[in-house]
């Protein structure tokens, strides 16, 4: 329930933000100051190792895990101290098979010009990569509303088209901005996957 709370209250918040609402007026209808407001607007994501042990992860589906984890990897292996959002992509662009892969070529993207665009935005190396390699503030950010997409769109789980959503539904940080410049159009990717989750229902019922 704590959960649920925390995400129904960070989706006020950034619809709020999304209507132009001031961080003063959005504090004032939460009853609490502008800066308690603003800190809803920053998820409270630790490591990876840290959200599969608390359970955050558990909603994920086999395929959205794989997404983190690769994302892990691909940090791992390009010697970055944090998990960026760039990573994440990279993560959605591993299983071609995917919804989220799908969704993206359904617009016309190529995966390797997607993913070439990933990697542009990754950050320097560093001289030796942590054991647990946090994730950066976007990256938190993204996660955070990779759950509240799968709670907007009413589904009790999280898989790899929420990831994707979630990284749409904020154009300020890279991973989006990436995928918006190469060509991903937010409501026709959410159109796309609502259609094939419509259309396998009912090829299941």
Known sequence: MTDLADHLIGHFVDRARHAGASWSAI???MGVTKQAAQQR???????GDELEAQG???RFTVR??????????EARSHGHAMVETGHIVLGLLADPKSLAAR???AQGVKLAVARKAALA???PTVGAVPDH???ALDSKRALALTLREALRLGHNYV????ILLGLLSDATMPGSRLLLDAGVDPARAEDWVTAQLTEHIGNTS
């Not at 607007?41 to 630790?46: E, G, L, M, N, T």
């Not at 959205?64 to 994302?71: D, G, K, L, P, S």
């Not at 898989?159 to 929420?162: D, L, S």
């Open 27 to 29: 504090g004032e209808a």
């Open 41 to 47: 607007s920053v998820p409270r994501f630790p490591t």
């Open 56 to 58: 955050r992860f558990g």
């Open 64 to 73: 959205a895990r794989a997404v983190v984890t690769h994302a892990q990897g």
């Open 103 to 105: 969704a993206i070529k």
């Open 121 to 123: 935005t990754l950050g």
């Open 133 to 135: 390699i946090p994730f």
């Open 159 to 162: 898989g790899t088209e929420h």
